[in-house]
Structures are given as C-alpha cells and as structure tokens.
C-alpha cells in the first residue's frame, strides 16, 4: 500500500507535469445507469445472506429443494461457507435440465461436455479451480479439492480429470440424450452444404417452443438462448457467493460453459478474478454470460475492489459492467455502442449489502437471507427497447 504522504507526493508531482491520475472508476465512458424501480440501489440482507445465478433458485434436486435453500440451510447450521455454496452449486450441476452447466451441459463441437469451476475460501485465502474437465459432473467439488489438496490453484484437461478419479470422484456420460440431440441439431443446420441432412426424426425431442429471449423466465430457459432452428445456445452458469453469520465469505462458479465451443475453449469460470473472486475483508463477487467479455476486465476481481473503495455492490457491479463495455471491440457493439451479448454480475460485501446487475434490463439474481429465497430484479445498462435488432443472449452473435 501506498503511503498516503507517497501518494499526495506522486499525485503533486503528476499535477506539477499537466497529467492527472484518475480514479479506477473515472476512466469509463459516460452512460446512463438505471436502477432496478423495484428496491433501493443498496439492498442490505443481514447476515448470513447467499446470492446465485437464478438457476440457484430454479434448479431442484429429487427432494424439489433449490440450491441456494441447501447452501442456505448448511450455512445456517454451522457449515463452511464454502462447503454450503458448493453443496448449493452441486444442485445445479446434477440438475439435467439445466444445459448449462454440469450434468445435461451442452456440449463443445466434438459432443463433448467440457466444465470449468473455481472456488475461493475468505478465512484461508484459498482457491481452486478446474478446466475444461470430462466426465465428471460436480467440477465446483474437484475445484474444491484442487483447493484442500494440492499447493496447485488451476487443473485442466486430462490432468484435471485423472486427479479428480485419484480423489474418488465418480466417472459419468455427462451428454443426456436432450443435450445429444440438440448437438445433432447444431450439426444439421451450421452449414448447407455439408454432408448432414436435416431428417426430422420421431424418436428425437423437438422443442415445442423456442424461446426467443434470454429474458424468457420459464425455469430451464435460465441463460439459454433457441435460435429459430430450436437449436440452443449458452454461457450459462451459476455464481454462488456465502457470507455467514461472522462475516466469514465464499465463492465458487461452475459452468459447462460455451455451448458448441471449440475443444478446450476455457470461459471466464474457473479464472480466479474473472469469474469468481472473494476477499475476507471486503466481499465475493461471481459472473454469468460471456466470459470472452468478462476475462477481459477481471470483473470479480474488479468489483471486490471497488467495493473495497467504499463503493456499495450495485454500483460496484455496475461499474464493472461500464468498463466490460468499455473493453469491447467494436465488431461486437452496435452503432449506439451497445453490446451484442448478455452477461450477469452478481456481489455482496462483508456487511450483507447484495446486488445482481446486467448490461440489459430483464435478468434475475437469487437471495436467500433470513427473510428466505427470492429472485429479485438486476440493475442493468440498457433497457429491453435497446436492445440491438436481432437475437441476442449470453451468447456472442456472429457479426
Ligand atoms: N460464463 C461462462 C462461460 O463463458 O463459459
């Protein structure tokens, strides 16, 4: 750290030479922030609070429970923060109606499910993660035991799958038959001159409605897009971030992320900094939607540090949010210098003060604190009305 005395010295010094340094927050492009209508800019849970992706509270395990309601009951009854929210994750994981991330995920274009996960420990300042690992569904748990076991941080690959049977983890065919047959899909419409036909195949699931917009709120469409083939796309995911009653913090993000990705394609997931982020001091801030955007700015990490400026989680998140779109190439904004893609943030400070934000208006974020488990409203840029013509989702459309 700086001294104060250093800097007022460096700051002089930078005056005396016409520059001036800026504030983290200051180097943004100027855009119009709208606050949710519905609650104020700082939402405050008390303790202990968990806030997830709304698949947290979408996705059931065979007892109908959601795991944000595990994590929370865990947390409440004395567990580890981080043992609570990767319990919560795992719900989701081996939920196979969830197509985006663990069991059921869609797969990348050899029909393969790749997962990637992290996880971070506040208390012990430790992290683990895992990428693009196979046939294992619970990647947050193998992050988790990356963490616990080894004095590595980051396993990928083969490696991170053979450590994974070394502790115990079981091996499984991740591809349902859902997610098999909308890969096949994607192969039969991604290009008319190939040699795949586009029979219509009785005993193949066909979606009875594709769902146009990631705004769409029935359960399973959580972070998934239907282009008008019925094909689906995602960067869906879920964040889970833990405070306890002693303001004790966790955070863990598990995805199978980019659907039809490019074998080995790594999101921004298991990117310690990118995708999830904590700091026992401060707070936990986690990601969804398109991690190429996300990675860019290391928006976790960045919002854990403007919290740690004194900046509440919304506008925090939404700061980040002005700097993704600040990061952005311009093959993927529009003419106004709005993005073509979707993508989540999700924080909460030591103190129990929670957010969700997003770059469009219409995604949800789930809490559960003493009041119970809701889903509440993300702050957001831009509005539904601006939104760019077109499809437009979590998922990168190509220019
Ligand atoms: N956010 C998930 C991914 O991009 O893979």
Redesign the pocket.
Known sequence: MPSRRKFIKTTAAAAAAGLTLPRLADAMPAITVRDRADKPATAFAGLPVIISAANGLKDRNPQGQSGIEVAYRMLTSGADPLDAIVAGVEVVELDPTDQSVGLGGLPNEDGVVQL?ASCMHGPTKRAGAVGALEDIATAAAVAKAVMDHTDHIFLVGPGAKRFALQMGFKEQNLLTDQSRADWMRWKEKLNSSDNWLDPIDARRPIRPAPRARPDDDSPASAHVYYDSNGVPHT???INMNAVNARGDIASVTT?S??SWKIPGR????PIIGA?QYCDNTVGAAG??????A?IKVCGAFLAVEFMRQGMPPEEALLQVMKRVIAMTESRLLDEHGRPHFQLQYYAVNKKGQYAGACAYEGSQFAVHDARGARLENCAYLYKKSEMPAGPIS?VMIKP
């Not at 790594?266 to 997931?269: E, I, P, Q, R």
């Open positions: 990637d960067y869906g995911t995805t992320g980019l790594v999101g921004d997931s995708g990601s969804t939607g398109r991690g190429e996300n979590g």
